[in-house]
């Protein structure tokens, strides 16, 4: 199978991004996204707590505020990228990654599993992502550990 030209460094990209939640590298988490870049949370209907954390937000700096107030609630987490696709077409390119997340406070946890789905743009700093649907289908634990 071959790798299209530029998708190592979307998948560096992506990378970068599960690496700076899980270091609490914030600049580095706002750094993968455009300054207008649209986030969203999305929860398969049958989990309750989607009413709690969907979520849309505007712009890698405030994704990045976001992510802070809520991952600095908690002890660790680890977020495993699984399969990935990557379509480029010019300047612009498709992405679509399974990822798990796990969330962990002293002895409680709250793991999800689903899929970023992104568009990305390729601009004078590399490839950004201009949008994002996180599409959460699966959950297990206790998603009180943020409160």
Request: proline share 2%; charged share 20%; glycine share 10%.
């Amino acid at each position: 199978m071959s790798v299209p030209s530029g998708s190592s460094e979307i998948y560096d990209l992506l990378t970068t991004y599960a690496f700076g939640l899980d270091r609490r590298d914030f600049d580095a988490v706002a750094g993968v996204f455009t300054e207008d870049a649209v986030v969203e949370n999305v929860f398969d209907t049958y989990l309750p707590e989607g009413a709690t954390f969907a979520s849309t937000t505007i712009g890698g700096s405030a994704v990045a505020e976001g992510a802070r107030a809520l991952f600095t609630r908690i002890d660790a987490t680890q977020h495993l990228l699984g399969a990935q696709t990557v379509e480029i077409t010019g300047t612009t390119a498709r992405a679509s990654t399974q990822i798990v997340a796990h969330h962990h406070k002293a002895d409680g946890y709250y793991h999800t599993g689903g899929t970023y789905e992104d568009e990305l743009v390729q601009t004078s700093d590399g490839w950004r992502i201009s949008r994002r649907t996180l599409r959460i289908s699966w959950t297990t634990g206790n998603p009180g550990v943020f409160a």
